[in-house]
Every structure is written in structure tokens, then in C-alpha cells.
């Protein structure tokens, strides 16, 4: 698939550091960002994508910076989108995170968007689960 990218500000186009990675790598375009405990910022990521129809951009976590305490908000970048792309950062970490210019916050991927056909009904069919939610099923 291809996809047309138009860096912003001397910024990065995101990048695959391995060949079988399922999300590309994006870097921060903005130098010396200080994120106090418990404080969330939009970071630019110095790029601007055009998603085709029928898709949609995300925007998602890095797995190691997570388990640190950098947590990066799940985002859409819709078709219509053209501006440029940020990273929403919350750090839950017990200290305050710096961030530089390069660094790899976040990760970019595509993928299919379907539209529904919502059908408004008055009941929905019978299952096993039923009403029963978070945490019904237990641990073990």
C-alpha cells in the first residue's frame, strides 16, 4: 500500500526498524518537551498523511515506553484529516519524562475502516453471556 506523506517542519517519516513490524516508528518533532507526573501533552510528529477511503491512520503506544509509564492515547486520523499528525502523551510514570527531537514515541499503522449500517431494533438476540460484563468471566 502507499500512502502520501508531506513532512512539516524539517520532520520524520515514520519508519519500519524491522521488516516484519506491523507498525511503523514515529519521532517526535519538537525538542526538550518536559511531561510532569501525571501530565498529558500533544506532541507533533512533523508529518501529515492522506488516508485513503475506506481506511483509517491510527496512532498507538510503544509497548517499552508503556510498560515505563509513557502512555500514548489509541488515535483515528481520518480520510478528511490532512493536518498535521500528534502523539497524545500521558505520563503515569512517578517521574517527569523528557522528550527530544528524534526520540520514537508512538507508532503509526493503516488499516480497513467499514462503515455500519446501524439497524435500530427494539431486542437483540439471546447469548450465552447476555448482560454480563467487565470482569464476568473471572480470572482463571
Same mark, same amino acid.
Given at each position: 500500500? %502507499? ?10 517519516? !515514520? #519508519?519500519?526498524?524491522?521488516? @516484519? ?11 526538550? #518537551?518536559?511531561? !510532569?507526573?501525571?501530565? @498529558?501533552?500533544?506532541? !507533533?510528529?512533523?508529518?501529515? #498523511? %492522506?488516508? !485513503? ?22 488515535? @483515528? ?7 498535521? #499528525?500528534?502523539?497524545?502523551? @500521558? ?39 447476555? %448482560? ?9
Amino acid at each position: 500500500m %502507499e500512502i502520501k506523506i508531506k513532512e512539516i517542519a524539517e520532520g520524520f517519516t !515514520p #519508519v519500519y526498524k524491522h521488516e @516484519t513490524d506491523a507498525c511503523a516508528d514515529c519521532m517526535a518533532n519538537v525538542d526538550n #518537551v518536559i511531561i !510532569p507526573q501525571g501530565d @498529558t501533552v500533544f506532541v !507533533p510528529l512533523g508529518f501529515a #498523511v %492522506e488516508i !485513503p477511503a475506506g481506511y483509517e491512520g491510527i496512532i498507538k503506544g510503544r509497548s517499552g515506553l508503556s510498560a515505563s509509564g509513557l502512555i500514548c492515547a489509541l488515535g @483515528t486520523i481520518d480520510t478528511g484529516y490532512t493536518g498535521e #499528525v500528534k502523539a497524545i502523551l @500521558t505520563n503515569l510514570s512517578d517521574d517527569a519524562w523528557k522528550i527530544n527531537r528524534g526520540d520514537r514515541i508512538c507508532q503509526f499503522k493503516v488499516q480497513k475502516s467499514e462503515k455500519i449500517n446501524f439497524i435500530k431494533v427494539n431486542q437483540l438476540a439471546e447469548s450465552e453471556r447476555g %448482560e454480563n460484563g467487565l470482569g464476568s468471566t473471572g480470572i482463571k
